[in-house]
């Protein structure tokens, strides 16, 4: 397996923020819907840089026409978004939605309802909100930003977002749009391009080993027998993060070093 000993200038959070973005690239003209703060400053990232046709929200009902620094209100209305509009391309599959996961598991199973038994969970999560529309109708990556067995888990308590498992077990109109192309962790980047479609490491952060990650998931993940490092953010990238898009550095309370 392979491990890390390189040093670079830019943080872990940075490369989470670079590895976020990078699920947009030359995505086109589709709607970014980051949730979370490391994914929202990548796809801002991503709509300066290498995706300039990408489509970004206020979060609320308007399309915005610049990229603020996080925290900031947008001064540029470029469209009028609402809420049945808004679904109407969710459900088309021209949106790129990057969720979180309280639990994930090997085929890309989601969880953020409950935690336990669903006639009697221990704890009471958000509920499944719009996952599971999420999942059968447009790709959807996910941002976990504490990777631990306690969420990277063998069987999710309650499925909310649809792995390729039981995509594939629904048949073609649950798998015409269904697609996961990423899970990004604070450890490393993951998708499902493997043969039965389970989790496949793909690259690490620096810092980081694949025994760190094996150790941190509660099942068998694919690991290839090299491993690449997640790569690493241009002198440019650094500076639309650190000077445009969070000069604040509110992605390092995400990600602390």
């Not at 939605?97 to 336990?116: E, F, K, L, Y």
Request: glycine fraction near 8%; include cysteine; charged fraction near 20%.
């Amino acid at each position: 397996m392979s491990g890390s000993t390189a040093t670079t200038t830019a943080t872990r959070a940075e490369y989470c923020v670079v590895a976020c973005a990078e699920a947009w690239r030359d995505a086109g003209e589709v709607l970014a819907s980051p949730m979370g703060t490391v994914p929202t400053i990548g796809a801002r990232l991503a709509k300066l840089t290498f995706s300039p046709d990408l489509l970004l929200t206020d979060g609320e009902a308007l399309l915005i026409g610049d990229v603020p620094a996080v925290g900031a209100k947008s001064e540029v209305a470029e469209g009028w978004l609402p809420y049945r509009q808004h679904l109407t391309m969710t459900a088309t599959g021209r949106r790129h939605v990057m969720m979180g996961a309280t639990q994930i598991d090997r085929h890309g199973n989601q969880n953020i309802s409950c935690i336990g038994d669903w006639a009697a969970p221990k704890r009471q999560l958000l509920g499944v909100r719009g996952a599971p529309l999420n999942t059968l109708n447009n790709p959807t990556s996910y941002w976990i930003p504490r990777h631990s067995a306690r969420v990277f888990v063998e069987r999710v308590d309650m499925v909310c977002g649809v792995g390729y498992d039981r995509a594939a077990a629904a048949g073609p109109a649950a798998t015409r749009y269904h697609r996961i192309p990423d899970v990004i962790s604070n450890l490393g980047v993951f998708d499902f391009e493997t043969p039965d479609r389970t989790m496949r490491l793909r690259s690490l952060h620096p810092g980081v080993t694949a025994e760190e990650v094996v150790e941190a998931t509660g099942f068998a993940l694919t690991i290839p027998d090299e491993v690449p490092y997640t790569r690493e953010p241009t002198a440019a990238e650094l500076r639309l993060i650190r000077e445009v898009i969070d000069p604040k550095g509110v992605r390092e309370r995400e990600v602390p070093a």
